[in-house]
């Protein structure tokens, strides 16, 4: 998930908190804390981390988010920033989608516009689905199966609507045999044959080769229902039509978006949003600190981008508002990315690797508290298959390894070093504090790294396009990544697998393909026993460590702003510890 992505993406499902024990704390709005651990109220810092803070009930009011990252797209197949992914949840539903509870119990899939989790063959290779009564679109037309199978087509599009999750692709066609919705020479154009839709309320899924982590699949906003008669291909995203409890009302990219309640909606079909808000606003904004502000002020309630509070606000939130904040793990792992068709040499990116002051890093990004541990591989702890121990560049130690990185500099011909640009979006402060720390580094070593700030709100068309990359000389890029959903599958592969390589909207940086690591992915997914699953992703991951193409920073934690005005606060794992934002309401 970039942010995926930061999001990411992604972001991305299952951010992999620890699981605690629900406890349901109840208050009422009102002052944004008092500076200490516990605000007026009954409000608390990690208050809302793996429990319910201000349960309610209560409809109404108005939900005012404020954001420095605008999504690579609204359209539920493209968006893949793992805000979005959240945020979809109000205009989007799924067959299948995650438990609307506090921390690990998020991650649990429930039934959505299906009456169950699926009817699955004992060869694991055909999902039944029957979709429940009543479920309509905003302008009260049923949601038919034959809209599901529409919707989850348009991932092929990729020439069209680009960007998004591909695994449904990856899976349900893996010769990427059909062409898509707007090529489909059948009348209906509904000709993708691993899809059939006997009538209008039930859906089958016949999949050429297993894979355990289908339902998870299923549970993305890219497997959300579209009408052909309401699709406007790449201006889709512009107003998605709503299968959820709210629809657009307007949106001026970079600016606003406003969205009201879906008089269609049917509450008695939704087991899983809360749907307490009258309005839902989102304001934007390219000034991170003025945003902080303006949070603590009271003029917003939260981050849709939740991607922590700034350095220029940290002290004074931790001092004066800490009933207002939270501070969960969020699954994240931060990292640079080295594209091999820029530095071709493993021994040029080791040398990067080497040089680069690990504690130097997590500093700029703000240290234990607000940046996180510092990773030293490139899968995040809970992830079966993951050794937080596995240290192959000896990161751990918090300093920089000078000598392994000018022996790795004679090894690729470059003894006195070499120029490259590090790329990094111009909306976030962080990642530019953490670009100008291994910029310094560098220096050390006579490696002479520009950085090259670029338009946070055009990521998938710059660094998301290898053709782009090359041009731009980009030899490393600043991201991060959650897991799309809880697996070795749903974290490394959009990153690692030579198959996702996409030409726009590519997550792919390095464009690492190596036969051996497509190889495991292969194995790993017909495994039906994690533990097994999670050796091969073991496997994977030490590959990926020896291609050098990876530098870990830190496995995220934030700081994150919350206003006294939210009720049913909790952080939730299948979000990548952000807050279920479908269960947030406010004190009127």
Request: glycine share 10%.
């Amino acid at each position: 998930m970039t942010l995926m992505s930061t999001q990411r993406r992604r972001i991305a499902a299952g951010a992999l908190l620890a699981a605690a024990t629900m406890v349901v704390t109840t208050a009422c709005g009102g002052g944004n804390g008092d500076g200490g651990d516990k605000g007026k109220g009954g409000l608390a810092f990690n208050g809302g981390v793996n429990k319910v803070l201000n349960a309610s009930d209560k409809k109404g009011g108005e939900l005012k988010f404020i954001g420095s990252q605008e999504a690579d797209s609204w359209d539920p197949q493209r968006g893949y920033y793992g805000f979005v992914w959240d945020f979809a949840r109000y205009y989007t539903r799924q067959l299948v989608t995650f438990k609307a509870e506090p921390g690990a119990a998020s991650t649990e899939l429930v039934s959505d516009l299906a009456t169950d989790t699926g009817k699955v063959s004992t060869d694991g290779l055909t999902y039944t689905f029957t979709l429940k009564d009543g479920v309509t679109w905003e302008d009260g037309k049923p949601i038919t199966s034959k809209d599901i199978k529409y919707g989850i087509e348009r991932i092929w599009a990729q020439d069209v609507i680009s960007g998004g999750p591909i695994y449904l692709q990856q899976v349900l066609d893996p010769k990427n045999e059909y062409k898509g919705p707007y090529k489909d020479t059948s009348p209906d154009k509904l000709g993708l044959k691993a899809i059939e839709t006997p009538d209008d309320k039930t859906i089958v899924f016949k999949l050429p080769v297993a894979n355990g982590d289908f339902l998870q699949m299923l549970a993305m906003p890219a497997a959300s229902p579209v009408r052909q008669d309401k699709d406007t291909k790449s201006k889709y995203g512009l107003k998605p039509f709503s299968s959820g409890p709210y629809k657009w009302e307007s949106y001026t990219p970079n600016k606003s978006i406003k969205l009201v309640r879906n008089d269609k909606w049917d509450a008695k079909t939704d087991t899983v949003r809360k749907a307490l808000p009258d309005k839902i606003s989102v304001t934007f904004t390219t000034n991170s600190d003025d945003m902080d502000n303006r949070l603590i002020e009271g003029e917003y309630d939260l981050d849709i981008n939740a991607t922590g509070v700034g350095a220029a606000a940290r002290q004074k939130v931790l001092q004066q508002h800490k009933g207002n904040i939270d501070n969960p793990q969020t699954g994240f792992i931060r990292y640079a990315v080295f594209p091999q068709t820029v530095t071709p040499h493993i021994e040029c990116r080791k040398a990067m690797i080497y040089a680069a002051d690990s504690k130097s890093l997590q500093t700029a990004r703000g240290g234990p508290q607000a940046g996180g541990d510092i990773a030293t591989n490139m899968l995040p702890p809970a992830i079966k298959g993951a050794d937080p121990k596995a240290d192959p560049y000896g990161k751990l130690a918090g300093k920089p390894d000078l000598a392994k990185a000018k022996e790795a500099l004679a090894k690729c011909g470059k003894p006195n070093g070499f120029k490259t640009t590090i790329a990094v979006r111009n909306n976030k402060p962080i990642e530019i504090a953490t670009a100008e720390s291994l910029q310094q580094a560098l220096k050390a070593v006579n490696i002479d790294a520009q950085i090259d700030q670029f338009d946070g709100a055009q990521t998938s068309g710059i660094i998301g396009s290898p053709k782009v990359v090359k041009e731009k000389g980009y030899g490393v890029i600043i991201m991060g990544w959650g897991a799309d959903f809880p697996t070795g599958q749903g974290f490394l592969q959009p990153l690692v697998d030579g198959r996702f390589i996409l030409q726009s909207g590519n997550n792919n940086f390095s464009e690492l393909n190596d036969p051996a690591v497509n190889g495991l992915f292969d194995q790993a997914l017909k495994e039906t026993d994690p533990a097994k699953a999670g050796e091969l992703y073991k496997q994977i991951n030490t590959k990926v460590s020896e291609a050098a193409v990876y530098l870990p920073f830190t496995h995220e934690k934030n700081i994150i702003w919350r206003s006294s005005r939210l009720t049913n606060v909790y952080t939730a794992d299948a979000y990548n510890g952000r807050y279920d934002y479908a269960s947030l309401g406010v004190v009127k």
